[in-house]
Structures are given as C-alpha cells and as structure tokens.
C-alpha cells in the first residue's frame, strides 16, 4: 500500500496551490480519503474528507469555503485544492485513505498515510 502526495511548495498569502495523492494497493473506490496538516508545534488536525461515493464531504472550519477536496476513481487520486491561502495554512499535509467507506474525523480511522508534503504561505 502506498499514498503519494504531491503538489507542495511556497506561495504568496493569497495564492493557490492543488495537492495531489496517488494511491497505490488497495480498493480505493471503496475508501473514504482525507487530507490532514500539522503544523511546527502543533497536533495533526484534520483538514478535509470525502467519502466513498463523493455524495460526502468535510472541511475544517478554517478552510472551509477556500479549500476543495475531490477525487478521481479512474486514476485512483484524490485532490485538494486551496485557494486564498493564509499564512496560518502553512504546514505539512498528508492524505490518508480509510477501509471503511465512511468520513470519521479521528485520525484513528484512516489506516494508510503518506509521508506528507511540504505547504508554505508566506511572502
């Protein structure tokens, strides 16, 4: 099982950047999939979550409205797109994929992860 990310990097406040994971070894058409971020000093928090069939989603109160999760089942990918990005979304971002078909807010509930990838807002 692996879980690629990509799509980090520096941007302006203000800016966009689209993550992306590939996901590799198990069924991820039956996967619920979130994405989480951890900041220097901080707890891993949940960012945004989608359920198996896309008819659910989640988004943390301090993205919501100006990030965007989505999946693609035929490419076994799921994305996360951030627009209007604050100084306070810098962190490293990790997807992680869940056996069950469901969004849980724990990161408890998702068994797979990846090594996470790099955000910076800043000037």
């Known amino acids: 099982v692996q879980l690629v990310e990509s799509g980090g990097g520096l941007v302006q406040p203000g800016g966009s950047l689209r993550l992306s994971c590939a996901a590799f070894?198990?069924?991820?058409?039956?996967?619920?999939m979130a994405w989480f971020r951890q900041a220097p000093g901080k707890e891993r928090e949940i960012v945004a979550a989608i359920n198996w069939s896309e008819s659910g989603s989640y988004y943390s109160d301090s993205v919501k409205g100006r990030f965007t999760i989505s999946r693609d089942k035929a490419k076994n990918t799921v994305s996360l797109q951030m627009n209007s990005l604050k100084p306070e979304d810098t962190a490293v971002y990790f997807c992680?994929?869940?056996?069950?078909?469901?969004?849980?807010?724990?990161?408890?509930?998702?068994?797979?992860w990846g090594q996470g990838t790099q955000v910076t807002v800043s000037t």
């Open positions: 992680a994929a869940s056996l069950s078909r469901y969004i849980t807010l724990l990161e408890g509930g998702y068994d797979y």
């Open positions: 070894g198990f069924t991820f058409s039956n996967s619920a």
